[in-house]
């Protein structure tokens, strides 16, 4: 595999006064071009903070990010955020939205007409081009994360970076949001980087699932590799004994090898 992201070496320490906490140590993880990997472990062991060092909302405190070769450590187009609750701005229609990001990437490369048809491509790719003209509160959370992650795409990132993405929303939106996510990365064949808690859904959309183990100093504890072919139809799936192995060793990960214990 050809590297395309490489995390290297990262250590992550949060100081306040004099005291410090180790959340991340020595992450190691290289992922290729155009590969969906997710990250599981249990709640604070420190993915988000993995992810927003990839984003470079966050600076390693040693090691850190290579994308083809290069550091990243600020944030940048390249590497487009969609988090568990939408971020878009409730003023602003669901195209203007998508299309500030747009004008924000594109303004010295695509003309207007260019840019409002790029807009309305991307708001089509996630079948919201019905709803452009409404604003966020008009329309339901599963519509809220398909503009998010439309105006995600529209930057054309390199990596795209999803942090619980389906984590607020009911069992069967997030069905339908989880389906067309795979729709769209077998489409446009981009590299994502997936938090999740939910075992189905890291063995349904990845490639390669990441387990962390428990914090403080939380690192990888294992990577599995999830060799069904695509596209992926969670009915077949459901009996496949290859899902159905990956699921257990997943589940075993977590709840028997690196089981949970709640801070008293
Ligand atoms: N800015 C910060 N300053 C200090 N500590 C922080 C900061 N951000 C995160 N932490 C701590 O780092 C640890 C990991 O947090 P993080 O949000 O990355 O975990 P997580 O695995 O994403 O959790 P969850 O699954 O509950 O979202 C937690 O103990 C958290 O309190």
Not at 53 to 64: D, S
Not at 76 to 85: H, L, M, S, T, W
Not at 198 to 215: F, H, K, P, Q
Not at 232 to 248: H, Q
Request: charged share 25%.
């Amino acid at each position: 595999m050809t590297p395309y992201v490489k995390l290297d070496h990262i250590d992550k320490v949060f100081s306040r006064g004099k005291v410090t906490s180790e959340v991340l140590k020595d992450i190691n993880l290289t992922l290729g071009k155009g590969e969906y990997v997710s990250i599981i472990g249990h709640s604070g062991c420190g993915k988000s903070t993995m992810l927003n060092i990839i984003a470079g909302l966050t600076r390693a405190t040693t090691g850190g990010v290579l994308l083809e070769g290069r550091e990243v450590n600020s944030p940048g187009p390249d590497r487009a955020v969609v988090f568990q609750n939408h971020s878009l701005l409730p003023w602003l229609t669901v195209y203007q939205n998508v299309r500030l990001g747009v004008d924000k990437v594109f303004a010295k490369t695509k003309s207007r007409a260019e840019r409002d048809e790029w807009t309305l491509h991307n708001l089509n790719l996630v079948q919201m081009t019905h709803a452009k003209d409404k604003r966020p509160s008009e329309i339901s959370g599963g519509m809220k994360q398909r503009v998010g992650i439309a105006r995600a795409l529209a930057m054309e990132p390199k990596v795209l970076l999803l942090d619980e993405p389906f984590g607020a929303l009911d069992a069967l939106t997030r069905a339908h949001l989880q389906d067309s996510v795979m729709a769209l990365h077998q489409k446009l064949g981009n590299t994502i980087v997936m938090i999740t808690h939910d075992v189905d859904e890291a063995v349904l959309l990845s490639d390669r699932i990441v387990m962390m183990t428990n914090g403080p100093s939380a690192t990888i504890g294992e990577v599995l590799d999830v060799p069904l072919a695509r596209p992926r139809k969670r009915i077949e799936l459901a009996s496949d004994p290859v899902y159905l192995k990956c699921r257990k060793r997943v589940l075993e990960f977590l709840y028997e090898r690196h089981k949970f214990v709640e801070a008293a």
